[in-house]
């Protein structure tokens, strides 16, 4: 095991990997922005370093600058939450080069995976059911082609994207041209490649995610699924495991050709199976996140397994202790993403408390929002028996969570979790419309 890990990142998923390390009895190494200097990340940690200015590209980013700051430190590995290096294959070569364990996909992986397309032929001899798409596209007319081969409507994504960036909708060929444009200038810039891909547009459907866990022994497990549909603009908003859309069966059959296709691609590590479930119940796989999600907590609270205390110690080569027979997925547990409206220094916070009720944030008062990062302020989660029982509780910590300082979301996301159509559970990715 680790006797010393740097954390590559911020915020709160900084925090939430320096309380594992202690948790584990590993020393953490924390490196910050010039504009992060008073974060809490900064202060939990045993040892923290300045590596740069506000960008993400002078310091986050700066591979350089944290290999050099992981070696000054001592540290043996590097972990870097999600965003940012996660899922940088050139980055975590580096860490090799240096000594240094990544503690996430083997840059093997990476770049295999890395491109979608590659990725859904990978998945579909494994075993899944694919989205019809194309692999990459090397023009516009190659597009115009595909488009009218797969049936509009369709949609244009980047090969390398993430975050719903690079992501158009096409009704017909009229939108056709402006949509590649757009969307390969959006992936160049967000991810520094432009290449993009088609494949059909299910709808209506729910987004439903699969939680997988594989160790370098050939041993995988799935950890259930979690329903993403609840977003704004391809951002996801709530999130909820199990999906009320999927039932017992569908949950067995899914979760065993998922940890089936993992094995067959040899994945190692945390990863996530994105699906899209139409009315009748078909799965259709998406794509596949090579990192710790988001969302990762609503998992944690359903199974009791720390998925971050897992990655450290199967890139610690550590194999799994537990099989798909002995895992428990009890109740319901939902999240809630409090995003920030606009930037400020944080006056108040008042977290809610109770059984199964958690706030991951990195928010103290005088925390300063500054608009050089995502709006992401902390993720609320609970969990209980039922799910009536979890969005009863839901309503009861939205109402007490108090951020002062800043406008943030509360108020919308108590009016979702009051919704009708959310609380019956019959819900998909139309949920919030243009809104």
């Known amino acids: 095991m680790f006797s010393k890990i740097l954390i590559a990142n911020r915020g709160e998923i900084a ?77 975590a070569r580096l860490c090799r080069k240096n000594g240094l364990v990544f503690i996430g996909a083997e840059p093997e992986s990476m770049e295999q995976l890395s491109d979608k397309a590659v990725l859904k032929e990978l998945m579909s001899e494994a075993g899944l059911t694919v989205i019809p798409g194309t692999k990459a596209l090397p023009s516009l007319d190659e ?90 603009r391809n951002q996801k908003l709530i999130e909820e495991t199990p999906s009320p859309a999927v039932n017992d069966e569908q949950r067995k059959k899914i979760m065993e050709l998922a940890v089936e296709a993992v094995k067959k691609i040899g994945y190692i590590g945390a990863g996530t199976l994105e699906f899209l479930v139409d009315p009748e119940g078909n799965f259709w796989f998406m794509e596949m996140n090579i990192r710790l999600q988001v969302e990762h907590c609503v998992t944690e609270m359903l199974t009791g397994i720390d998925l971050v205390k897992w990655q450290i110690r199967i890139a610690a080569g550590v194999p799994l202790n537990f099989t798909q027979g002995d895992i428990r997925m009890e109740g319901s547990a939902i999240e809630c993403r409090i995003n920030a409206g606009n930037c400020g220094t944080l006056n108040m916070i008042h977290v809610p408390g109770g059984p199964s009720v958690r706030f991951d944030t990195c928010l103290i008062k005088g925390t300063v929002v500054s608009p050089y990062y995502d709006s992401l302020l902390g993720k609320l989660i609970v969990h209980a028996k039922s799910r009536e029982e979890t969005l009863r509780k839901m309503r009861a910590a939205l109402c007490e969570l108090v951020i002062d300082g800043v406008s943030t979301n509360i108020e919308e996301q108590l009016r979702i979790v009051e919704d009708e159509r959310f609380t019956s559970g019959d819900y998909d990715l139309t949920f919030m419309g243009n809104r």
């Open 143 to 232: 597009a115009r082609k595909a488009a009218e081969e797969i049936g509009y409507p369709v949609m244009l994504k980047a090969c390398a994207g993430g975050g719903g960036r690079g992501i158009r909708l096409i009704h017909s060929i009229d939108e056709l041209d402006d949509a590649y444009h757009q969307a390969t200038t959006e992936a160049l810039s967000a991810f520094g490649d432009g290449s993009v891909y088609l494949e059909k547009y299910i709808f209506p459907a729910r987004h439903v995610e699969l939680q997988i866990l594989a160790d370098e022994y050939g041993n995988a497990v799935c950890l259930g699924d979690r329903d993403c549909s609840l977003q704004r």
């Open 15 to 91: 925090v939430r990997i320096i309380r594992a390390c202690k948790e584990m009895g590993v020393a953490t190494v924390a490196v910050y922005s010039e504009v992060d200097r008073n974060a809490l990340h900064v202060a939990l940690a045993d040892q923290s370093y300045c590596i740069g200015g506000p960008e993400a590209s002078e310091s986050y980013l700066n591979e350089n600058q944290i290999i050099n700051t992981a070696i000054l430190a001592g540290a043996q590995a590097i972990h870097p939450g999600y965003g940012f290096l996660s899922e940088n294959a050139h980055f």
